[in-house]
Nanobody, 125 residues
Framework: QVQLVESGGGLVQPGGSLRLSCAAS????????MAWFRQAPGKERQFVAA????????RYADSVKGRFTISRDNAKQTVYLQMNSLKPEDTAVYYC??????????????????WGQGTQVTVSS
């Protein structure tokens, strides 16, 4: 199995930027499709972005397209989420997820096998 640890969350003003990181340990990192999800208080966990094993393909939720960028460094076993032009509605706990031996960039959280503990992102003035 794989262990996932997120970092980089915090408080930022509207219009600001944050970069989240998710460090993986355990099995070979490039055996996993990686994704970011988020969960706001009282809401279901929702898909944000996913990236293929090689890093060559990405998929985004419409709500973050053009503002967020997902990337990965397989040598460092880390996936990133660069978040720009942040809005108050982006406030949530952000989770890193891994789909072992998958190929599709799934938006359904049930397709992901492993999860990190989450990191809080708060966008407020």
């Amino acid at each position: 199995q794989v262990q996932l640890v997120e970092s980089g969350g915090g408080l930022v003003q509207p219009g600001g930027s944050l970069r989240l990181s998710c460090a993986a340990s355990g099995r070979t990192f490039n055996d996993y499709v990686m994704a970011w999800f988020r969960q706001a208080p009282g809401k279901e966990r929702q898909f944000v972005a996913a990236i293929s094993r090689s890093g060559g393909s990405m998929r985004y939720a419409d709500s973050v397209k053009g503002r967020f960028t997902i990337s990965r460094d397989n040598a460092k076993q880390t996936v990133y989420l660069q978040m720009n032009s942040l809005k108050p509605e982006d406030t949530a706990v952000y989770y890193c997820a891994a789909d072992y031996a998958g190929w599709a960039l799934n938006v359904d959280r049930r397709e992901y096998d492993y999860w990190g503990q989450g990191t809080q992102v708060t966008v407020s003035s």
